[in-house]
């Protein structure tokens, strides 16, 4: 059974909130969703490696952040709530220089106040790059009177 708030999902439908973001500096693309799961890859070079040429922690922190948030954002009625990451940790496994990292997102809990998130990251040869757990906020959005 799908987690999908709109179970009519598609890739298409999100792409564009990463328009004049982190994200798009960095081109992560959403690159496959399933009935609980969203994928998505980002290239490792000048701009998410750290100065001993390997994937910055910190880029993998950030996509980490990103997809776990587009994911709750799909999970949602968009139009009564928000979601805001409010935790995210992460133990990085393995270097890698060079090519594409792919994060799969997952839940773990899904409840009315929060979300968790499980984030893998692995390179193009399938090892594990770094375990990622985030925490994301649920609010009810305020209506102005």
Not at 136 to 145: M, T
Request: net charge neutral; hydrophobic share 45%.
């Amino acid at each position: 059974m799908s987690i999908w708030f709109n179970k009519d999902i598609v890739l298409d439908s999100f792409q564009s909130l990463g328009k004049n973001t982190m994200s798009e500096l960095l081109e992560m693309k959403f690159i496959e969703i399933g009935e609980n799961f969203l994928k998505a890859s980002m290239p490792v070079d000048w701009r998410t490696r750290q100065p001993y040429g390997v994937l910055h922690g910190g880029a993998s922190l950030a996509l980490a952040e990103t997809i776990g948030s587009v994911a709750s954002a799909q999970v949602i009625d968009a139009e009564k709530f928000i979601c805001f990451g409010m935790e995210i940790n992460a133990n990085h496994i393995r270097s890698v220089k060079n090519g594409l990292v792919i994060a799969t997102c997952t839940p773990v809990h899904l409840g009315k106040s929060t979300h968790v998130w499980d984030i893998r990251i692995h390179d193009e040869k399938e090892r594990l790059i770094c375990i990622s757990r985030l925490t994301v906020a649920i609010l009810e959005k305020r209506v102005d009177v």
